[in-house]
């Protein structure tokens, strides 16, 4: 097998599974806005909209790379997941320096 193929399998396998556990947290996602004001903080939103990201971002960076494997920048498409954690993280950590880690702040 293809030294690039077995990366391209692992990437794949690794995305879509990100994606399938990322289930209950998108599910979950909503209750962020129970505690009272925190429909109006901003880094709130931006959290919940990147949990939302999160599955579809890991989607797209399993499938897209296949199907554009003949192009010579397809392999970057899987980039497309760590964009999801990076975002995430991002989001994750602005609430804890921001808002201590509350919702409303």
Known sequence: ????KGWRIGLTVLSVLGALFSAPLVMMSPM???AP???NNPL???LFYSVLAFP????M?????WVFKRHRLGIWLYALSGLA???FVVAVVLLQIQC???FAC
Do not use: A, R, W
């Not at 579809?56 to 989607?59: G, I, R, S």
């Not at 960076?61 to 790379?65: S, V």
């Open 85 to 87: 954690i990076g975002l």
């Open 32 to 34: 962020m806005f129970d």
């Open 44 to 46: 709130t939103q931006i």
């Open 100 to 102: 201590g880690g509350d």
């Open 56 to 59: 579809v971002l890991c989607l």
């Open 61 to 65: 960076g399993g499938i897209l790379p």
């Open 1 to 4: 097998m293809n030294d690039k």
């Open 37 to 39: 004001g925190s429909e």
